[in-house]
């Protein structure tokens, strides 16, 4: 029950932050009049971190080997948030921008923590249990 609730708690804390990071404390640049690549990279991250968050509520309530393809998926969302500021979208162009300074390293130190802690979590419950 424990390893359900680390990773599952996790994986929920994660998602929330990869979908209000851009929002909120690590915002990117305002709208003037049309958007930037910044924009739509805190859409997409807002999006991505929805799915991580549900994905993390289903894996509360399954069994293991389901709850390890719910990790799994969300380890390949983790490497998706990586994406979208880095190769996929990207941030604006400028070097002094707050979305290069802060959002950029934010999402990708997000995506990569939840990356890793979902694979982990993925081998723990495939993980043959231990008999007594």
């Known amino acids: 029950m424990n390893k359900k609730l680390y990773a599952g ?37 807002l999006g991505i971190g929805i799915v991580i968050v549900a ?9 293991d080997q389901t ?6 998926t969300n380890a390949v969302l983790g490497v998706l948030t990586i994406a979208v500021p ?7 162009k400028g070097a002094m921008m ?3 300074m802060v ?6 130190v997000l995506g990569v923590l939840l990356a890793v802690l979902a694979a982990i979590a993925a081998y723990l419950d495939l993980k043959p249990a231990k008999r007594a």
């Open 9 to 45: 708690i996790s994986q929920i804390v994660l998602g929330i932050l990869i979908a209000i990071a851009p929002q909120t404390f690590a915002h990117v640049c305002a709208v003037k009049e049309t958007p930037m690549a910044c924009h739509y990279t805190a859409q997409a991250a």
């Open 98 to 100: 707050r979305c290069h």
């Open 67 to 72: 709850r390890a393809g719910l990790d799994l």
């Open 86 to 92: 880095t190769v996929l979208i990207g941030v604006c």
């Open 55 to 63: 994905l993390g509520i289903v894996g509360l309530f399954v069994s």
């Open 103 to 108: 959002t950029l390293p934010t999402l990708i």
